[in-house]
DNA sequence: CGAATGTCTATAGAAATAGTAGAGTTACAC
DNA sequence: GTGTAACTCTACTATTTCTATAGACATTCG
């Protein structure tokens, strides 16, 4: 299970994507449109800002904004900042590597193994899907309309 | 991650399937041989035979053996007994599906079908991989070796 | 009988989760 | 240049989950 955390960053980022390029969107409205407790977003915004995901206007007229495209910012981008490693064992993860001090020698675990094709598959998915991907069929769905 | 605890019951399965299929296993033995605390194992063991995936001997000469073949214990069923559903969103749970109170229509629900999507590729491989199969390479290791 | 083994329930410390609170900083509007 | 609306940052807290540990109990074998 990912965390709430997570849902909610994901969330807002849909909700940057989809406003216009150079208009910053308020956390209040985030939160109201997601239904988001605005104090907790809060600290996820300005983590992800810190990750270099967001910028944000501060002042009368500020908010938060995309700092690359949407088509560039895929959902394990996001989940690393937020919920930490992908990985299912801490002797997979590529990011927080940590040896099981339970297991001798990596080479023979028949749990890792197992895991490691997990791993592979979860990543497949999470690094090629992006927030522009999540929004599309919202997009598309719009298109229809307009061409009916 | 999966839990610590996970890991415990999926290393103490391959010793069970590692062992004579009629003779018992010790907690003890299970302990020491896969560095687990014991009166943690305990718990472990207990929910395993609680839902039907060992049984157990008592008294003296007792321990535990698996219930059914090695071949037919699947890593998921394990991981959704020990450590809950398999999914990432609660959402998208098979056996504990709760539905999300902040998303409006799952149909819409733009991180849903990007998690249905990891949801399904980690089931592909966790249903599919069973204990026979982890503690495979063990064995194909030491038929090449018996061959050498 | 008695010792070895599993059974069961309770307890507890540590960490993670999901927020909440509030004082501080910045920038625009006037 | 002041006021106010926004973001910033740190700290705090309640709840739950994780990782065990403890100990009394039940069962079986020799």
Redesign the interface.
Known sequence: ??TQKA?YA??AL?VLADADADEPVMISDIAAQ???PKKFLEQILLDLKHHGVVVSRRGKQGGYLLLKPAHTIT?GEILRIID??I????CLSITAYRR?D??DGEQ?C??R???A??AD??R???FS?TIA???A??HSAEVTRLLA
């Open positions: 299970m990912i849902k994901l969330r849909t997601q239904k988001i959902f930490g490693p990985a299912p064992l801490p099981c339970d297991c023979n028949q749990i193994h197992v895991f094709k997990v598959a979860t497949k998915v999470l899907t991907d999540a929004i069929p919202k």
